[in-house]
């Protein structure tokens, strides 16, 4: 997702005058939403978009705060290590609150001991896309194109242990196919599938929007149990015949353990406001993200069961831990 944005990694939102809180309430002094990636990515916008509004129902300044690296873990490690007090909390993702956990060796912590869960902000679903002139007009000649040619049809992802890498990992498993998988950096992936030299990749829908508008790649499927509301057109996974099939991104927000229930329950109650206001629904669909909103204690049974799924999707991968 490219939107300009401020590179800088402490940008505040600020409060609209005369919105001040009483001494002593929460928030009182600024908030800060560390983001573990760079600016300008689909976590940094979405934490943008709701941080914008959650400055102005609290009169405070709301800061977002980038920290990348480490797949995430460096910036999610440093919400571990802050004052549970509610005045640093995180945007994170798949990746860092779950994926990480049995991908990465020596993990410097635990999502489910180490963080406090507030809400599922959105989910992005992976899409599966291929070039307009790629010979597979649907999964289905996908899958067969690849049974007639075991080992030779490749797909690119940004990295291994992504989801982007795993969503290809249960489509081979699945439909019993064997594809090569090939790892980039950034988005020499999308190019190489524009110019062919990749047959498809599992996509992150916002990474894609502009192509698939486009016309410059084809949609086959979504890797979301339920069609995204960007791409109502596209089928999912599970509609095509896979029930298992479910290997979307998500974004939520989560505090340091400790943090007072009180202050957990207002963040997500004020941040499901933020998803109603009609114009942050429509920007984060437009850019590819359905907008969810749950509670804490819904969140934490969500979050534990993505650590167990990805955990076994992770074995099968034979991916490596770092």
């Known amino acids: 997702m490219k939107i300009a944005r401020r590179a800088c990694l402490a940008l505040p939102l600020l409060a609209p005058p005369g919105l001040a809180r009483a001494q002593g309430a929460w928030p009182n002094r600024p908030v800060r939403i560390v983001v573990a990636f760079t600016p300008g990515g689909t976590t940094d916008i979405i934490a943008r978009l709701v941080g914008a509004h959650l400055s102005e129902m609290w009169g405070q300044s709301v800061v977002i705060d980038n920290r990348p690296g480490a797949g995430g873990n ?8 802050s004052a549970p007090d509610g005045y640093t909390i995180m945007v994170g993702s798949v990746g860092p609150l779950a994926v990480n956990q049995s991908l990465v060796r020596n993990m410097p912590y635990d999502t489910l001991r180490d963080l406090a869960p507030i809400t599922l902000l959105a989910g992005v679903p992976n899409i599966l896309v291929v070039a307009p002139n790629h010979p597979a007009r649907d999964v289905a000649g996908l899958i067969a194109e690849a049974k007639r040619r075991p080992g030779q049809l490749s797909y690119g992802s940004t990295g291994v242990g992504t989801s982007s890498h795993l969503s290809g990992v249960m489509l081979d498993q699945m439909a019993g196919i064997r594809t090569e998988h090939v790892p980039y950096r950034g988005a020499v992936a999308l190019n190489d599938l524009l110019s062919g030299r990749i047959d498809f990749m599992f996509a992150t829908i916002p990474s894609v929007m502009e192509q698939i508008r486009g016309n410059r790649l084809r949609p086959l499927a979504v890797s979301s149990t339920q ?23 998500w974004f939520g927000m989560v505090a ?11 963040i ?15 920007t984060m669909i437009e850019q590819g993200a359905d907008p969810v909103g749950n509670g804490p204690e819904a969140f934490g049974t969500f979050i534990a069961h993505e650590i167990r799924r990805w955990s076994a999707i992770v074995r099968v991968s034979g991916a490596s831990p770092e």
């Open 227 to 249: 069609r995204s509301r960007s791409n109502p057109d596209v089928p999912t996974m599970v509609e095509l015949g896979f029930p298992e099939f479910d290997a979307s991104s």
């Open 268 to 282: 997500a109650d004020d941040s499901h406001a933020a998803l109603r206001v009609p114009a942050i629904e429509r």
């Open 74 to 81: 460096i910036g999610t490690e440093h919400v571990v290590r």
């Open 256 to 266: 340091p353990a400790r943090t007072p229930p009180e202050i957990i329950r207002k």
